[in-house]
């Protein structure tokens, strides 16, 4: 008999699989028949049975990922809900001793349809990251950016309205004013800003995508309301930006410690100005600093070496609204 070549009978690796492992062994608490499965699952219904882990469960429900678009304290609340501050809910301390502004926030925040939510100390605290709250927060909006080119629109549309008035002091005190920040980062300081530029009737603020602070609940709250009503406009390149303000027929003044001249002297004061601010640190930019018409500083005492931005923003805005009330008297 002849024998065929090629593979005999035999299993053909028809049992291989069977000689394999399992992997590693379960841990007892994850054997369901095991008595510490039993044991941890009765841990965890004590766990989610705890009311202070329940509480933080609803709180994380809640809460945003950051606190940049929470107002809290009753002052900030209460003048964000004045002024119109866009916003989505309101969340109140349970059991809170009420005063007058707590009963006018309940009252304003009905009114606008907002959704009110209460919740306890614990809750309010992990909602807002911190306990300085005073029993209210506010979650307000993404803030809502103008177009620089609008803005422009707008402010030479009231100077040449103002142009028809019989006093020189309003048709000088009515010539565009904007303020311009290059590389101010701090939302706080933005916000203070923004309070001042509404103070002293400046048409908007100015403002760099990059390297630059946002108008997040911070700044709002900062504010005091302020940015409900001082249009903001973001701008991709400052630079540009301003080189096409001068070609409509805005002067720039920047503000440095180094300047050449003292602010509100600069001769610009009464034309459409556009008053620039850098950081504290490094203020203004190379390149911001050539677009400048002028340089103008603020006389202050050696021992110390600059000023917060906003407090400089504060006090050339003042000069600016200062010499333009003198030449208006004087015309």
Known sequence: MVMKKGPTK???????NKLRGRGPTPKAEDRVYHKAHAAKQAAERRMRSDPRLAARRRADKFASADTTDLVFGRNSVLEALRVGVPATTLYILSRIEHDDRTREIVKIAGANGLHMLEADRLEMDRIARSGNHQGVILKVDPYQYSSLHDLVERAEKKAAAMEAASSAAARIAARPLFIALDGVTDPQNLGAVIRSAAAFGANGVILPER????VTAAAWKVSAGAAAHMPVARVVNLTKAIEGMKERGYYVVGLDGGGDKLVGETGFETDPLVVVLG???????????????????????????SLNASVAAGISLYAVARARREAGAKA
Request: glycine fraction near 16%; proline fraction near 3%; include cysteine.
């Open 279 to 305: 950081s504290e640190g490094s203020g203004l930019s190379r390149l911001v600093r050539e677009a400048c018409d002028s340089i103008a500083g603020i006389p202050i005492s050696s021992m110390v070496e």
């Open 211 to 214: 390297r630059s602070a946002s």
């Open 10 to 16: 035999g299993s053909g690796g028809k049992h291989r």
